[in-house]
């Protein structure tokens, strides 16, 4: 079983001494510069400087960042290696405003025991891993496992070579040192305003959930980096210059469909109290009853989830309270490797805007982690069969992305691919462009869930890191190679961030928050009025409502009519917003929440004027039925046997059929005016119920 150690692999390595260097905090000062994460014997010929190394089969000419033979994959065709050269270090900031580099990509073994001494994976010392009694055969033989780690930055096996990342912990570090590693910088990134995404790939049972959750007695990265997250903000709130908002979205991709996990569920959730398991280990039983989720190109965001539930959070207890109520619903079973696997691929999303109150201007910058599902051997199972055949396709899906950007994205000048929204005008293309705009290559996004929602991540408008966890048991040794060949093209996706734009609100959403605001201060003034009016008794000699209405203007305070306009601004927008989804291929039916949404989003004064508007139509349904009334009835009268027409109009049959038209026409309108009706009845039903005064005409007919 144990095999010697091919003198390959026990060369010096082949890296740059930068390469070599500790990882400091931020990834934005990380050195890496080599790119070869696996070293097997063609490395031999590399130059020891990892800034000038490149492959005996380059023949392309000389750019600050490039891969070389690019096409070919290390453990496909072995003594092909591809390496690029950098004359700069790999990640970093340029003028504070743009990110450079690549994915960061660290490996997390999977511990075998709690017990230190019994798991030496983790161990730089002794260099091999120590023969342990072999659980197939009650321990009569010995076995080692295949894998061992020399460094923080390399993780060997014995027969295939060595891989080299990031970081590569110890099998036994914790979460914190894992957090410390990859998910603070990245909050420090999110709070100067770049999109972060971090995310845990690897086999099932392999601690990618562990990793990201944590459990009762080791918080994992989602809350750490909350806490964190909201220590920062509330520190830099304190300065009184700035304000902040935090707003949580979380979503699941379940057999290649998209779930709302802060939907389902959610008054039973909220009336339960959270335990700390559930808050940091929270893979609850499956309801499974949301709704599937769409997902359409956005301007702003890349790609976006239609419908999808957001929250606002004042601190990170209510923050991890909205995650362990999407914890209840995220699903999960049974799978050989794994007694609670997470049958889903799992992303929170945090979206931090912080706006400066002198100016008003406001940045706003997401943070997306993802607890993807594991890769699996098929099973037995009917159902986790399914679910595997799903799971295993997105990532596949995903690997094949993530490979394409790897091989073929580095561009000539070394910045590879920003297809993102603001720099292309649709990122949705698929395609990857060189700095001249020409396309290169296919990236397929849309072959699943997963790599669409990644997409804008993957395209340049996010700074990326992944964890890959691994499983270092001999028999796990497929997977373990096969998520550590995903990783070692991660490794090799280059990134060119910019930080997300600053919008300057005077002009537009500011002036319109302001306007909500001072609408809303309206509302609570007129409440107070009509509160105290009730109070007086004699309520006929106070003032009207209408009266109130009228001292609000002649304070100066409010100026209506430009309140409602900009309300009826708001509603347009959202009106052009809604045509934009239709047209968009995977557009679906504006949902009832979604009308409740825009109706919450109406300021009472619009409400107001709806409502008399309907009031008026109402008014002139009952006219024309009146009227309606009345031609029936003389036609019925020109009708009748023997009557002379010319006693009625003097016109005699030509009448009759005239007015006939005119009913008909009618009768039309009629029908127009009330399915008006029901569409207001339908979008005003959540206003109308929040303000019964304001509908006396609700009543049914
Ligand atoms: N580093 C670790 N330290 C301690 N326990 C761990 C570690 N990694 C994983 N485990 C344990 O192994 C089991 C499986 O881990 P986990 O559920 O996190 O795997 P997973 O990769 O999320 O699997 P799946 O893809 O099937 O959901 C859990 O009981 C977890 O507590």
């Known amino acids: 079983m144990i095999q010697k150690m091919s003198p390959s692999l026990r060369r010096p390595s082949t890296r740059s001494s930068s ?18 994460n696996v070293r097997t014997n063609s490395i031999r010929n590399a130059s020891n400087s990892g800034s000038k190394s490149v492959s005996a089969s380059s023949t392309r000419s000389s750019s600050p960042l490039r891969s070389v033979s690019a096409k070919s994959d290390p453990f496909l065709h072995p003594g092909k290696i591809r390496v690029r050269r950098s004359n700069s270090t790999n990640n970093c900031l340029r003028k504070n405003d743009t990110y450079t580099g690549s994915i960061t990509v660290t490996i997390r073994p999977k511990p075998r025991s ?60 914790t979460n914190l040192e894992v957090y410390e590693r990859t998910s603070k910088p990245m909050i420090d990134k999110l709070l100067v305003g770049f999109n972060a995404t971090i995310f845990a790939y690897g ?39 700035k304000k902040f908002d935090v707003i949580i979205s979380y979503l699941e991709i379940y057999n290649e469909r998209i779930y709302d996990l802060l939907e389902s569920g959610l008054e039973e959730s909220l009336s339960r109290p959270s335990t700390p398991s559930r808050l940091y280990m929270g893979k609850g039983n499956s309801n499974g009853l949301s709704a599937e989720l769409k997902i359409r190109d956005d301007t702003q965001y890349g790609v976006k989830v239609i419908g999808l539930t957001e929250r606002r959070c004042e601190s990170s207890e209510e923050l991890l309270k909205w995650i362990a109520i999407g914890d209840k619903s995220r699903k999960i079973g049974e799978t050989d490797y794994n007694a609670r696997s997470s049958r889903s691929h799992a992303i929170v999303l945090i979206r931090l805007t912080s706006t400066d109150l002198e100016s008003g201007t406001s940045r706003s910058s997401t943070l997306s982690l993802c607890d993807l599902a594991g890769s699996e051997r098929a099973t037995g199972q009917q159902e986790r069969r ?49 700095n ?38 001999n028999d796990a040794a497929t997977e373990t190679i096969n998520t550590l060949r995903f990783a070692s093209r991660a ?19 500011g002036e319109k928050d302001r306007t909500i605001e001072m609408l809303r201060r309206q509302l609570e003034d007129q409440r107070r009025l009509i509160s105290d009016l009730k109070g007086r008794p004699s309520p006929g000699e106070g003032p009207s409502q209408f009266s109130s209405d009228s001292n609000i203007k002649n304070n100066g305070a409010v100026d209506p009519n430009l309140a409602l306009m900009k309300a009826e601004n708001r509603i347009l927008k959202y009106k052009l917003e809604n045509c934009e989804k239709l047209l968009d291929k995977d557009v679906v039916d504006l949902q009832d929440s979604e009308i409740i949404e825009i109706v919450e989003m109406l300021p009472f004064e619009v409400g107001t004027l709806l409502e008399t508007k309907f009031q008026g139509l109402e008014s002139q349904i009952r006219q024309y039925r009146k009227y309606t009334q009345k031609l029936e009835d003389k036609i019925m009268t020109l009708e009748k046997p023997g009557h002379t027409t010319t006693s009625l109009t003097g016109c005699g049959d030509t009448e009759a059929a005239e007015l006939r ?17 029901r569409l207001r009845d339908r979008a005003l039903k959540p206003l109308t119920n929040a303000h019964q005064p304001l509908a006396p005409y609700c009543e049914k007919r």
């Not at 959750?213 to 830099?236: C, H, K, R, T, W």
């Not at 038209?661 to 009706?677: C, G, N, P, V």
């Open 19 to 36: 390469g070599s260097s500790n990882i400091p905090h931020s990834p934005s000062v990380r050195s890496t510069s080599s790119f070869s």
């Open 386 to 434: 399914k679910e595997g055949s799903f799971i295993n396709k997105s990532l596949l899906a995903l690997g094949t992305v993530i490979s394409k950007l790897s091989a073929d994205k580095i561009n000539p000048t070394g910045s590879n691919i920003p297809t993102t929204p603001t720099n292309t005008g649709s990122s949705n293309s698929g395609t990857a462009t060189s």
């Open 491 to 509: 490794k090799n996706v280059a990134l060119h961030v910019s930080k997300k734009s600053i919008i300057n609100n005077g002009n537009n959403d």
């Open 114 to 173: 709690t017990v230190a001494s019994h798991d030496n994976v983790g161990l730089k010392s002794p260099r091999y891993s120590q023969p342990r009694p072999n659980p197939q055969n009650g321990g009569n033989t010995f076995v080692r496992d295949p894998w061992f780690i020399t460094n923080d930055k390399t993780i060997i096996h014995e027969e295939i070579g060595e891989f080299e990342f990031d970081h590569v912990f110890a099998s036994h570090c």
């Open 661 to 677: 038209k005119m009913l008909e026409r009618k009768d039309k309108m009629i029908e127009a005016l009330q399915s008006a009706k």
């Open 436 to 473: 001249n705009n020409i396309p290169n290559n296919h990236i397929p996004y849309r072959d699943s869930k997963l790599t669409r929602l990644l997409q804008p991540a993957l395209s340049g408008d996010s700074i990326v890191t992944t964890i890959c966890t691994v499983d270092t048991r």
């Open 203 to 241: 086999m099932t049972g392999s601690g990618k959930t562990f990793t990201m959750s944590g459990n009762e007695q080791e918080l994992g990265l989602i809350p750490l980096s909350v806490s964190y997250l909201f220590s920062n903000v509330m520190e830099l709130s304190m300065n009184g210059d």
